[in-house]
């Protein structure tokens, strides 16, 4: 299969057209291993071998993904309102946490019963289990399992994506969970993973070659 091929097969997934199309080709560990600058070369001429991935830059300048528009949240515009402004306004959530106290009846506590906190949740898990991951079915490997102490109480599953579709390399504010390429961890609740024979999908096996 030539450059060109796969291009024109992933242009049907991520819809940047094969004119627009820059492919760079990444080993296991996130290093870049070559750009694949020819069409005309197979891909096999690049040598990619299992576990390396092909990344999809759009040179389209017109693109919707140009300019960061995707990934870079300051480029969009928010609506802002100053503290003073937003007391005097009826109706907000601090006003209806506010009350929530007085609506609790004398001498009872507030529980919250949360399954995704729960350690039971985790008792099947294991570091280096095979994984998939709601929302989108992303399939990893499981690399953390416990408690997060810059995370919200209860308990956490740390996962190494397959493929770049997660959040991080492994650091959650400052602090190191697991290592794994860039935005190829996600640190999630117990709830959100299912354990199982989940191989690495193969990005063209609902294609004919």
Not at 96 to 120: A, M, R, V, Y
């Amino acid at each position: 299969m030539s450059v060109e091929a796969v291009k024109d097969k992933l242009w049907k997934k991520c819809g940047t057209s094969v004119n627009s199309m820059s492919l760079e080709l990444y080993d296991e560990t996130g290093a870049k291993i070559s750009v694949l600058s020819d069409n005309a070369r197979p891909l096999g001429f690049y040598s990619p071998l299992d576990g390396y991935r092909l990344h999809v830059i759009d040179l389209d300048p017109a693109s919707v993904t140009s300019g960061g528009w995707l990934e870079d949240t300051s480029l969009v515009e928010k609506y802002t309102i100053s503290e003073e402004a937003y007391e005097k306004l009826g109706g907000t959530f601090r006003k209806f946490k506010e009350t929530l106290p007085l609506k609790q009846p004398p001498g009872q506590e507030s529980k919250i019963s949360d399954n995704n906190n729960s350690e039971d949740l985790c008792a099947n898990i294991k570091i280096g289990d095979r994984c998939e991951v709601e929302p989108g079915e992303r399939r990893g490997t499981v690399k953390f399992v416990g408690q997060a102490e810059t995370l919200a109480p209860g308990f956490w599953v740390g996962v190494q994506f397959d493929e770049p579709v997660g959040k991080h390399d492994g650091m959650v504010k400052g602090k190191r969970y697991f290592d794994c390429p860039p935005l190829h961890g996600a640190i999630v609740r117990p709830d959100k993973v299912k354990i199982g024979d989940y191989p690495e999908k193969d990005p063209f096996e609902d294609e004919e070659i």
